[in-house]
């Protein structure tokens, strides 16, 4: 096998274990928190459900640039297989947790922090290996079977948590082990570096300003979505807009010293480039309305149409990801072919084109009813997925073929941050609109179904007091969500048939339905996906960086001519000695 696709191969998975390890918790988080004796619906708990959901995405998202420099100084591949040796030892940690209680959820989250270092070192080098590996008129096929595996990898997560956490939730952290042993034999036998190295000292300015910056405006996105002192959300919480402020300020400081010290961690003017800075709000955009996607689409599966349709709650997780199939299965359709096509054509039409493929199906999701025929509902996914997949391939080709040689792990580092940010503001986003659209009629509708089945008026305007993330949260993750609101006490005193009424598959799920639908319109209303093809149809005529500075024209062949010199990056430097910095 040749050098470049021993690359491909390798590197397409990494990609995959780290995406699949990206969602396959949350399936799986019911059985992992029943593992380890925490009630993750306890107000006191909420913290702890978060930080294990976020924790992950925050990391890979703060330390993907950091780790991208390192790999343009010390070696890209060298980077990449330690990557690989790290994530798989916190994978093995992860799976042999012996702590319960709180203390067993703090350990996972201090593993899936360590597992995350691994993971960012994977996703900040394999596109820049790839980009080495192959020449300007192949990398769209090859990166886009990298992009493809890492998106489709957030789908398939679902389903494999669904399946395994229901075994033994310990297998959840476990199934990555024998892929990641393989994956960094193979890689330290096999992977070769062919980039170029650039030495450099440590810009710990620059390092230190992004990550403080990144994490604050992460965290006060996590934190808001939270109730505070009677409020349904945390957006004015002093210490919120604190961390939101001073984490954008602090990026602002990052800003500024990188364009004072000699040696940046990251050369600001890349953005001169058009291709890199449109491919990256495009995909900052697409991503969002990815995210958003999938928060909704588990939700509304599991807390509506599932329990409809026959299904136990505690059932509805894993067949919530695979009536999701569809959608996986437009990626690995359409993503493979536009890369290819794109390597011929150019990354514009077929970028743009998905985007508003993917906008349309938004629509069409908006105007189904919440109780929907599948078929239908089926064919809009395939679509969306297919428009998607249309778009990721040759966005992250087109942004990686206009990067500089010695720029490409920084640059590759800078796009996954983007992507992986866009993860963490979809839940702050989507969350936030669909906790406003379900405030407003929830309640109502709570309280006058409850009281209709004999719950006392006292209780029922308790319950339904409550903050609707707790309703949320617990479609979720699968649980019985008017069983948990009510518990034992109440129930207990109830009519046997009413108490059955009431947690069984028709109640909660015909209550919740229409204040639903409110917000499902609100959310589907902010969609970023017809702004994602905007910003992808001004990404410009192809743009390829290579040693010869060429810009064909869209849709021809390669027309060797210069390079504008506003977007003519630094000559590369000499071959580096052997790496001592650090980034």
Known sequence: MGSKWVALSNTTLGVLIVSINMSIMLIALPDIFRGIGVDPLHPGNTGLLLWLIMSYLVVTAVLVVSFGRLGDMCGRTRMYNLGFAVFTLFSVLLSVTWQHGTAGALWLIAMRVLQGVGGAMLMANSSAILTDAFPSDQRGLALGLNQVAGIAGSFIGLVLGGLLGPLNWRLVFLVSVPFGLFGTVWAYLKLRDTGIRTPARPDWWGNLTFAAGLIAVLVGITYGIQPYAGHTMGWTDPAVLAALAGGVALLVLFCFVETRVAEPMFRLGLFRIRAFTAGNLASLLASLGRGGLMFILIIWLQGIWLPRHGYGFTQTPLWAGIYMLPLTLGFLVAGPASGWASDRFGARTFATGGMLLAAGTFVA?????????????????????????????????????????????????????FQNSAMVLSIGIFFSLMITGLAGSLPGALTGGLTAQGVPAADAAKIAGLPPVGVLFASLLGYNPVRTLLGPQILGHLPPGHAAYLTGREFFPQLISQPFAQGLAVAFDFAACLIAAVASLLRGGRYVHDDRARRPAEGRGPQPVAAPAAEDPAPAPPAPPPCTGSP
């Open 365 to 417: 999701l908006q105007s189904l009813p919440v109780d929907f025929g599948y078929p239908g509902f089926a064919v809009i996914l395939l679509l969306n997925g297919v428009g998607m997949g249309l778009f990721a391939a040759p966005n992250r080709a087109a942004i990686m073929n206009s990067l500089p040689p010695d720029q490409r792990g920084v640059g590759a580092g800078i796009s996954t941050t």
